[in-house]
């Protein structure tokens, strides 16, 4: 397992998402991103909203997607 904080991926905070691999932290960012937004957190707004617009752009979602993913390999291992 791993860990990787909300400001690792592109966030305001420092809010740790745990996860065996890349895909499993991206996830947790996403809904967490959405939560904070939700619940009024404007500060989380910037970060949801560049999570959303990836998708739309492709080449450079896939950066940052594979940027994630190599920041994620290069963690240490923990339980």
Not at 3 to 19: A, R
Not at 50 to 56: E, G, L, V, Y
Request: net charge neutral; hydrophobic share 30%; aromatic share 6%.
């Amino acid at each position: 397992m791993k860990t990787m904080t909300c400001q690792q991926l592109g966030g305001p905070c420092g809010h740790e998402h745990h996860g065996d691999t890349a895909d499993e932290i991206i996830r947790a960012q996403d809904t967490h991103l959405k939560d904070m937004v939700a619940n009024g957190d404007e500060a989380h707004r910037p970060a949801r909203d560049d999570m959303k617009s990836r998708w739309r752009r492709p080449v450079s979602g896939m950066r940052w997607y594979r940027q994630a993913k190599k920041d994620f390999a290069e963690l240490p291992e923990h339980q």
